[in-house]
């Protein structure tokens, strides 16, 4: 079945620090990756995606690139802010749009201080 | 346009009782899915519904779980005879299709604790 791992948290850095959390899949078939964000007293927001091999996803200046030889979709973003604190979650879904069949990871706690 | 409002946020059982969590979608999203979160794991698929019909149950435990997205009204996930077990945070989300471009979003969550 579809699984993803992605790095333990809490991950602490200081502001404009760069960020990377990692993330690995397992999957069947072609499937799509997200990345979630989850603000302290909110539901989950989609960050970012990526449907096919090679494809970029970017918003709010993270990143993330689909790598099918490594099956690896790291999120990344060059200056972090106080206000990027919060729990991101890797994703992915053979099955389409919408949120049929995610899988996720089970979050990194990212936390920036001053 | 309001979010995915899920209530209670919060809820307490005793083992035995049934417990009832309610998703209201976005205005104009036809296309619910429920989630569980279980203590130090991820989010786990549990049903997709679209309106009066279940189109993707395969998450769900086959006993005491049930759901529902009436014609009109809240989508209903309902565990009947709860256990420890079911202690979780509870998530719905909704979109407006599925087609590959389509985003979900998803409510604050539901927490279920049973004592």
């Known amino acids: 079945g579809n699984s993803v791992t992605q790095m333990e948290g809490p991950v602490t850095l200081s502001e404009e620090a760069f960020l990377t959390i990692n993330c690995t899949y397992t999957a069947t078939g072609y499937p799509s990756l997200f990345w979630y964000v989850q603000y302290p007293g909110e539901g989950l927001q989609l960050l970012l995606k990526a449907t096919k091999a090679d494809d970029k996803g970017s918003n709010k200046g993270f990143e993330a690139t689909y790598r099918k030889e490594t099956t690896s979709f790291h999120l990344e973003k060059g200056s972090v802010q106080v206000s990027d604190s919060a729990v991101y979650f890797c994703?992915?879904?053979?099955?389409?749009?919408?949120?049929?069949?995610?899988?996720f990871g089970k979050g990194t706690h990212l936390i920036i201080q001053p | 346009n309001a979010g995915v409002m899920q209530n209670p946020r919060h809820l307490v059982r005793r083992r035995g009782q049934e417990a009832r969590l309610r998703c209201s979608p976005m205005?104009?999203?036809?296309?619910v899915y429920w989630y569980r979160q279980l203590p130090e794991e991820g989010l786990k698929f549990m049903v997709y519904l679209q309106k009066e019909n279940i189109i993707d149950e395969s998450g769900m435990p086959k006993e005491r779980f049930s759901a529902e997205f009436p014609k009109e009204g809240p989508s209903i996930l309902r565990i009947q005879q709860v256990v420890r077990g079911d202690s979780a945070a509870y998530f719905c989300?909704?979109?407006?299709?599925?087609?590959?471009?389509?985003?979900?979003?998803f409510g604050q969550g539901t927490r279920l604790t049973v004592v």
């Open positions: 994703a992915l879904t053979n099955s389409g749009g919408g949120a049929d069949g995610l899988t």
């Open positions: 205005k104009g999203h036809s296309h």
């Open positions: 989300a909704s979109s407006p299709d599925i087609g590959a471009s389509s985003e979900a979003f």
